[in-house]
């Protein structure tokens, strides 16, 4: 899988949600349905675990700062390092038995996309500043 595609990935799912990926796959107007399983991180999300706006397939990194949600995505903050942050959600596709398609690394960022059915998730991981790192979740429903 190409660089593109993870990042295209990334900014559908953020600008979007789910509805984004339906697209592609026949009328641009019709809503995305939902997915057939859900993973209990998924549950959690709608049950008020967390945030009712977002119901991620992932845990959000703690500790770490809300900067923006949507339906399908979130920003977090934290002042973590990069490796930090990327070994904990290659931890969580890894246990959540997700199918990593790629992984994307470098001193100052970490790029993941991964599969679990027709349910893909991009991580962005990125420095923000001297200290600090930026981290975006988006999952697209394809």
């Known amino acids: 899988m190409d660089k ?4 295209m990935l990334l900014v559908l799912a953020l600008a979007g949600g789910t509805a984004a990926c339906s697209a592609s796959q026949g009328d641009p107007s019709a809503p995305a349905s939902s997915p057939t399983s859900a993973s209990p991180n998924t549950v959690a999300a709608r049950t008020g675990a967390r945030s009712s706006k977002t119901a991620l397939p992932l845990p959000n990194y703690q ?12 920003q977090l903050s934290s002042m973590d390092s990069v490796s930090k942050v990327a070994s904990f959600y290659e931890n969580a596709l890894k246990s959540g038995k997700w199918r990593i398609i790629s992984i994307d690394k470098n001193a100052t960022s970490t790029n ?8 893909g998730v991009g991580i962005s991981i990125s420095r923000a500043g001297p200290v600090g790192t930026s981290i975006v979740v988006a999952k697209c429903q394809c």
């Open 4 to 7: 593109h595609w993870a990042w």
């Open 63 to 74: 500790p770490s700062k809300v900067i923006m949600q949507t339906t399908g995505g979130v």
């Open 112 to 119: 993941m996309v991964a599969m679990r059915g027709t349910l």
